[in-house]
């Protein structure tokens, strides 16, 4: 997830394509690593301090992507002003991560529908109502492939 998230960070994008692809990736991992991630999430409290800062490091590399894409639609006008950068982090964070204790490749929705799902509903809640406009048309184009 790290890679991907730096390397969506890394193009030439504005801060709603990068959110999107962020999330797009992150919700994904949960239908081809779901079982890993469960225990992972169930058992993290008991590894070594080594491996525990190893992971620590990693999840705050990842979190400090997503706040960096926050901030910087913020400064550019993508996403609303009013927005706490940190709340809106760590309800991006929470929100798909616990994934992990609902999701079933049976269920109703498929992994690409819930990250759909997921996009539209963060999008409507970060975009001003301007680049709101355009999120609607990138999306309608993107179910259409």
Do not use: C
Request: neutral net charge; charged residues 25%; aromatic residues 10%.
């Amino acid at each position: 997830m790290l890679e991907k998230a730096n390397l969506a960070d890394g193009q030439n994008k504005t801060a709603m394509e990068r959110l999107h692809t962020i999330i797009k990736d992150f919700v994904s991992v949960f239908d081809i690593y779901k079982a890993h991630l469960t225990v992972f999430y169930q058992e993290s409290v008991y590894l070594k301090p080594e491996h525990e800062a190893i992971v620590k490091k990693k999840r705050n590399d990842f979190r400090e992507i997503i706040k960096k894409t926050v901030v910087d639609g913020i400064n550019n006008g993508e996403f609303r002003p009013s927005l706490s950068v940190d709340i809106t982090t760590m309800a991006i964070l929470g929100m798909v991560n616990w994934t992990y204790k609902w999701y079933k490749q049976s269920g109703k929705n498929n992994i690409d529908e819930i990250a759909a799902y997921y996009i539209d509903f963060i999008m409507h809640a970060v975009l001003n109502e301007n680049t709101s406009n355009i999120h609607q048309v990138s999306l309608a184009s993107e179910n259409r492939e």
